[in-house]
């Protein structure tokens, strides 16, 4: 079956921009989670959506960061007025809420 | 908040050699440990995971062992082959709680020929 997928694969703007990023869960799994992966480093969580819960947004770096999830299915994240230091791959992963998460291929994002 | 630390930050073994990678986590209410594998410019994918009523998971040539009273959790991969090059996560979350997991930095494990 069809697996998390994320568009666009790759992202350069320049910086000030604002730039949108989408996330298409699996089909029926009501946990959705973005992450942001700088080169050579770690998983840094950003935000998390349940069902039909308030997202938890613990993790977003600034107000500059928002997400939304419409309809319990696609996610986007937007980053507004992008600073270089934006500049990451951002990992979008779905879980049916019982552990494993399941990841997308990223977008990798290069704010010039 | 849960605070998750990953070693060695690099592993290089030989082929056939154990590899072992190892995870601290400091709050005690995780009860769900699960290890990611992300290859060079792949996504990262699931290999083995642990729950806390646990203490030892076994998948083929690797392991997973959990010490709740220490809090700390283990990675061994058996018999090492190249294709096991990648770098592995270590995360811990609260299931049934945030289910947010927190990860670990990574271990950059490469497996020479």
């Known amino acids: 079956g069809a697996g998390v997928s994320q568009s666009p694969s790759n992202k350069v703007t320049e910086k000030g921009k604002d730039v949108e990023l989408r996330c298409d869960p699996i089909s029926g799994h009501t946990a959705l989670y973005w992450y942001r992966q700088s080169l050579g480093q770690g998983l840094e969580f950003l935000i998390y959506f349940q069902g039909n819960s308030a997202p938890d947004k613990s993790g977003l770096p600034s107000d500059r960061f928002s997400a939304e999830r419409t309809g319990g299915s696609v996610s986007t994240l937007t980053i507004q007025r992008t600073q270089q230091e934006d500049s990451a791959v951002y990992l979008c992963?779905?879980?049916?809420?019982?552990?494993?998460?399941?990841f997308g291929p990223g977008t990798r994002l290069t704010v010039l | 908040g849960e605070n998750v630390e990953q070693h060695p930050s690099t592993l290089s073994v030989q082929e056939g050699d154990s590899a072992v990678i190892k995870c601290t986590y400091s709050d005690s209410a995780s009860n769900y440990f699960p290890w990611y594998k992300q290859e060079l410019g792949k996504r990262p994918q699931l290999i083995i995971d642990?729950?806390?009523?646990?203490g030892e998971k076994k998948d083929q040539r690797i392991a997973v062992t959990l010490n709740k009273t220490a809090k700390h959790f283990s990675l061994h991969i058996t018999e090492t082959q190249p294709e096991d090059s990648a770098v592995y996560f270590c995360a811990a979350s609260i299931q049934g709680g945030s289910y947010i997991p927190t990860f670990g930095r990574g271990t950059s494990l490469i497996v020479h020929p």
């Open positions: 642990i729950r806390s009523n646990v």
């Open positions: 992963a779905s879980s049916p809420g019982l552990g494993e998460q399941f």
